[in-house]
């Protein structure tokens, strides 16, 4: 589990182009800390079922394709951004979005050979045939929306050569609401497509929805994050994972520590790299403004901490 390098080409071409990396890339909140996504490249087939409080989250696999992966959520929060940036740009958003694969695997950082387009379908097929049913923004705890990850998605390819000229998908209305509602987004470091190990990626992704820029971070016991990922291993194996996110100190934006409460369980805590001492070598200088933190390319104004998980920090629930 660490950070892969960049792959060739992946440099900033000119300051002054509008491109993908000058642009906030934005992931969609709930997704963000629950047990969504399988952790593990080795195809899953065991559902998700979480129940903590009145929050449930249901995930079924289908046994040709296998589950939908973290690495898999990458297509979607490229579409979140897509998005995003379309309303930022005063255009009319839409849940079918076209695109050609080359552009989007330099955009999540990935390399764009044979094998690269291949997984990209094959990503898109664990998305289109995993099924959700949640209560998360249902309204009620007894309401249920159940949906795939993308309702379809199709390929142009040239019939001589077999070159793929161009993608669709439509993402289902449930996620489609909650990237174009009022705070159902948030920023995330482009790094993260960097990362390779799945708790990496899921434990960033808690790291930016709840401790957000708070000076001291949020922290969760161990156990807590366990019930949370989904993950189908054992606890002291989860833990043991943790442990060496925790040692390598990979995560974008965030450092990350371990200790005891008072009733001795371990706690995972996670900083801001902006709050620490600046003698610390785990410290970093806040980002420039004017890239990927700002409300989109069109704005000049420095995007403002998101309320409610950044209000308070404190050891997080369910």
Request: some cysteine; proline content about 7%.
């Amino acid at each position: 589990m660490t950070k892969r390098q960049p792959p060739k080409g992946d440099t900033q071409p000119d300051l002054f182009v509008a491109a993908f990396a000058d642009i906030p890339i934005r992931d969609q909140k709930d997704t963000m800390e629950r047990p969504f996504f399988s952790l593990a490249k080795k195809p899953r087939t065991a559902p998700i079922e979480y129940q903590v409080g009145n929050v449930s989250v249901e995930v079924t696999a289908n046994p040709k394709f296998g589950m939908a992966t973290i690495w898999d959520a990458d297509i979607l929060i490229w579409a979140c951004t897509q998005v995003t940036e379309a309303i930022d740009r005063k255009k009319e958003p839409k849940r079918t979005i076209q695109f050609h694969p080359h552009n989007f695997l330099k955009a999540v950082r990935r390399g764009s050979s044979g094998k690269d387009y291949a997984r990209l379908r094959a990503a898109l097929d664990r998305l289109t045939h995993t099924a959700v049913r949640t209560n998360i923004r249902a309204g009620d705890k007894k309401k249920f929306s159940s949906f795939h990850w993308l309702e379809s998605w199709t390929e142009l390819t040239n019939e001589k050569t077999g070159e793929p000229l161009g993608m669709t998908m439509t993402l289902p209305d449930w996620l489609y609401q909650g990237v174009i509602g009022k705070g159902g987004v948030l920023t995330i470091h482009e790094d993260y497509f960097l990362l390779t190990g799945g708790i990496e990626r899921w434990l960033y992704r808690v790291a930016r929805k709840h401790a957000g820029r708070q000076p001291h971070g949020w922290a969760f016991t161990m156990r807590q994050l366990h019930e949370k990922s989904g993950s189908l291993a054992r606890l002291s194996d989860f833990a043991l994972d943790v442990r060496k996110v925790v040692e390598q100190d990979t995560l974008p934006e965030y450092a990350s520590l371990l200790r005891k409460n008072a009733e001795s369980e371990e706690v995972v805590q996670f900083i801001p790299r902006t709050s620490l001492a600046v003698d610390d070598p785990r410290a970093e200088w806040p980002r420039f403004p004017g890239r990927r933190l700002t409300s989109g390319i069109s704005s000049p104004t420095f995007r403002p901490a998101e309320p409610a998980e950044e209000e308070a920090a404190g050891v997080g629930g369910g």
